[in-house]
């Protein structure tokens, strides 16, 4: 950490990859996006690429966002109620194949 990298620099950064998933998510886009495009979004507001990093990993760490792969959501409620709805029917399908193969294993 340089020393003009102040706790509000480094507030603002993870305020701005908040924004960008944020903007980058929800209607109409689908709940996650691409990690790899929030940072290339992130340089190209200028925060340099080894911060972005740092900003994103703190956000996942402090709840802010969700992880999942190679992608990242906001992980408040609003969020969370998308990620279900959108992915729900897919889930439902995997659990109804995953019991017809167990009961095919059964027979």
């Known amino acids: 950490m340089s020393d003009d990298d102040t706790r509000a620099d480094r507030r603002e950064r993870y305020e701005q990859i908040l924004r960008i998933v944020e903007f980058q998510t929800g209607d109409p886009q689908r ?28 956000a996942v760490e402090n709840g802010d966002l969700l ?3 190679s992608r990242v959501a906001r992980s408040d409620e609003e969020s969370l109620v998308d990620i279900v709805e ?19 294993d059964e027979e």
Do not use: T
């Open 86 to 104: 959108h992915y729900g029917s897919l889930v439902d399908e995997c659990n109804k194949r995953i019991r017809a193969k167990r009961r095919g």
């Open 31 to 58: 709940p996650f996006a691409s990690k790899a495009h929030v940072k290339r979004l992130a340089v190209q507001a200028g925060v340099p690429l080894g911060k972005v990093d740092l900003a994103m990993r703190a």
């Open 67 to 69: 992880e999942w792969g």
